[in-house]
T-cell receptor, first 112, second 112 residues
Framework: GENVEQHPSTLSVQEGDSAVIKCTYS??????FPWYKQELGKRPQLIID?????GEKKDQRIAVTLNKTAKHFSLHITETQPEDSAVYFC???????????FGSGTRLQVQP | KAGVTQTPRYLIKTRGQQVTLSCSPI?????VSWYQQTPGQGLQFLFE???????NKGNFPGRFSGRQFSNSRSEMNVSTLELGDSALYLC???????????FGPGTRLLVL
């Protein structure tokens, strides 16, 4: 089955810096890659997603890039703010088996 | 639109008991998926329902079961609870099969 690896497990940045979280997947059939943000005690919230026919997608300070050949995708957050502090999860799924396979999560801490 | 709702939010059970959790999807959403979240195993897929039919199942024992009703509401049941079943159980809904999933707040189950 699919396996998603996520790095780093923790990331501390200064407010205003950029943060990058990387994920690799194993199943070449995977074609959908969402990113979720989960604050302490809250539900995972979708922040951005990308499909395999697109190499990059941006939404204000957040961007995701996908390299299908290398089977990895990354989340980029620019101009980080303290409210960006949370655990971020990447995930992958494919048309045939739509269940999301999640990475292990990255705890992002933005220092004011 | 109201988001995904789950009841109850918190639950304490003892080993050997059984439990039923409920999920109401976003209005108009027909697909419901269930995930288990634990500190050790992360987010793991349990099963997905679409139009009252189970479409996918994760690698969980048969003690975990679910169903979906004609109004798209879903329930999951865990029989003969074990200590290791203590977790946050999340459901996610999507408009149709193979679309973006939106999570509910989860039910936190503690098995003593």
């Amino acid at each position: 089955g699919e396996n998603v690896e996520q790095h780093p497990s923790t990331l501390s940045v200064q407010e205003g810096d950029s943060a990058v979280i990387k994920c690799t997947y194993s199943d070449s059939a995977s074609n959908y890659f969402p990113w979720y943000k989960q604050e302490l005690g809250k539900r995972p919230q979708l922040i951005i997603d990308i499909r395999s026919n697109v190499g990059e997608k941006k939404d204000q300070r957040i961007a995701v890039t996908l390299n299908k050949t290398a089977k990895h995708f990354s989340l980029h957050i620019t101009e980080t703010q303290p409210e960006d502090s949370a655990v971020y999860f990447c995930a992958a799924s494919n048309t045939g088996r739509r269940a999301l396979t999640f990475g292990s999560g990255t705890r992002l801490q933005v220092q004011p | 639109k109201a988001g995904v709702t789950q009841t109850p939010r918190y639950l304490i059970k003892t080993r050997g008991q059984q439990v039923t959790l409920s999920c109401s999807p976003i209005s108009g959403h027909r697909s419901v998926s269930w995930y288990q979240q634990t500190p050790g195993q992360g987010l793991q897929f349990l099963f997905e329902y679409f139009s009252e039919t189970q479409r996918n199942k994760g690698n969980f024992p048969g003690r975990f079961s679910g169903r979906q009703f004609s109004n798209s509401r879903s329930e999951m049941n865990v029989s003969t609870l074990e200590l290791g079943d203590s977790a946050l159980y999340l459901c996610a809904s999507s408009p149709s099969y193979q679309e973006t999933q939106y999570f509910g707040p989860g039910t936190r189950l503690l098995v003593l």
